[in-house]
């Protein structure tokens, strides 16, 4: 129940979801992105829509929300982008089909390489809890490994 004076918003979307497109363009800047699509000889022989590096964006946020839809996640991309850039143009998004495409053409290297290129561990050996038995502490949230 909202306290007095709140209102409750239009939208289920929590903050959470719009923040979290702001995070992927730092951890993952347009400049790197861009670098790494054109190492793996993915970049566009045609000018798309739906362009490698938001290909590679969106592939990213289909792994950080696996249970969303390709619509619904291309939404909060979209959405959060919108938000943060104050964009207020009104457009059409794309179909699966076209989504799927995109996801084709750019292939799994680009995304396999920014996450080498990016992913590393935030904590050292002087970091408390971090090690055990001389081995690095590790938490993978939300994936099942069997082993």
Excluded: H
């Excluded at 790197?32 to 592939?59: H, K, M, N, P």
């Excluded at 390489?113 to 590790?138: H, K, M, N």
């Amino acid at each position: 129940m909202p306290r007095s004076g709140w209102v409750k918003p239009v939208s289920d979307r929590r903050l959470s979801d719009v923040v979290s497109v702001g995070l992927l363009t730092r951890v993952f800047p347009a400049s790197l992105v861009d670098e790494v699509i054109a190492e793996c000889g993915r970049t566009e022989q045609r000018s798309r829509s739906l362009t490698a590096r938001v290909t590679a964006y969106f592939s990213i946020g289909m792994a950080l929300n696996s249970q969303g839809s390709y619509e619904e996640v291309f939404e909060q991309l979209t959405d959060g982008l919108s938000w943060s850039s104050r964009w207020s143009q009104s457009w059409s998004p794309p179909t699966k089909s076209a989504i799927f495409q995109a996801r084709s053409r750019l292939g799994y290297e680009p995304v396999r390489e920014l996450f080498r290129r990016v992913a590393r561990p935030l904590a050292d050996t002087d970091t408390p809890g971090s090690w055990l038995a001389g081995r690095r502490l590790v938490a993978l949230d939300g994936t099942c490994l069997d082993l």
